[in-house]
């Protein structure tokens, strides 16, 4: 790092505000309207210090639909790293943000939990208008290792892993709404397959390390606050040589999905999925694009642990 980029990046870091931003945003990324909520403060002292840590190569951005997020940079080097360190474990007056931040995530969680709860007696209907049709279903069929326990996060009803399902096999879904797995649960299983379904927190995932010879994520990535998180747990609990298979949108600018159906990421890019799965240590990344049931272009993408 050059002498003067240097010196910008001490310039900064010296000022308490921005320290705070800058622990809130290991966190994940965040828009104005939360890093508010959780430092209650005013939103044009919140924006001028965003500015400065963004102007300092520290902070990068994304819009989403008509929200900017603001997180910490990918390619920050090693200095940078050092040096957040450094006044993490040094700072004592942290350590209420970081139950601010805690508050916040949980509030969302709830938030979510609720909407699901509400929407889970015609979630099916929803996932046909939204979701693969039978053709693609098949491929993805194939693609999964029925070897060991196959796992599907953010289940909702069921009605995707029941399709996957082989005589058998042992399967198993997580998701956090209660109203959604009971409605799995009364699904008729196929004989001599086990397929059960449980509550759980996809970014912390109730499983040991190394028990499951796939993972299968269908249209959950996009709700979440940081899927790099759900990835890496995926990672965690994969066997070696298991797969993860990925289905979602493609970037896109349409905001009705956020207000209507609670999206907080507007799809993802190639790149965005491909640098989060080779970061976590995933290989043999396969990308293609498809069209969804309602013409909405959607990805599938597995990779291998």
């Known amino acids: ?9 001490y310039k900064a870091l010296a000022d308490e505000t921005r320290i705070r931003l800058v622990h809130i945003l290991e ?10 909520e959780i430092l209650s403060m005013g939103q044009s002292r919140i924006s001028r210090h965003l500015k400065i840590l963004y102007q300092a190569g520290i902070l990068s951005t994304r819009r989403e639909g008509s929200f900017i997020y603001y997180s910490l ?10 040096t957040l360190k450094a006044l993490r474990e040094s700072s004592g007056k942290l350590t209420p943000d970081e139950l601010s931040v805690q508050e916040h995530l949980q509030k969302r969680k ?7 709860d509400d929407i889970a007696g015609h ?7 939204h979701g693969l049709n039978d053709n693609y279903i098949s491929k993805l069929s194939a693609l999964v290792n029925h070897q060991e326990l196959v796992v599907e996060l953010g289940s909702g009803t069921g009605s995707l892993l029941h399709s996957l399902v082989q005589p058998g096999g042992n399967y198993l879904g997580i998701d956090m709404s209660e ?12 004989s001599n397959t086990k397929l059960r379904f449980q509550v759980g927190d996809v970014e912390n995932i109730p499983l040991p390390e190394k028990t499951c010879s796939t993972v299968f994520i269908s249209m959950v990535l996009h709700h979440l606050i ?16 298991g797969k993860l298979i990925l289905h979602d949108l493609v970037k896109h600018d349409d905001d009705s999905y956020r207000e209507i159906y609670q999206h907080r990421w507007l799809g993802f890019t190639e790149e965005d999925i491909r640098s989060w799965l080779e970061k976590n240590g995933f ?6 694009r498809i069209t969804g049931s309602n013409h909405r272009q959607m990805f599938i993408c597995h990779a291998t642990k």
């Open 1 to 9: 790092m050059k002498f003067s980029d240097t010196l910008k990046v």
């Open 27 to 36: 966190h994940g990324d965040f828009h104005v309207n939360e890093l508010l």
């Open 73 to 82: 940079r990918q390619d920050l080097g090693s200095f940078l790293e050092m």
């Open 110 to 116: 709830r938030d979510k939990r609720v909407y699901f």
């Open 123 to 129: 979630w099916d209907n929803l996932k046909k208008q």
């Open 179 to 190: 109203e959604m797995v009971r409605i799995a649960s009364q699904r008729e299983v196929t």
């Open 226 to 241: 940081a899927p790099e998180t759900t990835l890496k747990e995926s990672y965690r609990i994969l066997s070696s040589g």
């Open 283 to 288: 290989k043999k990344v396969n990308y293609n």
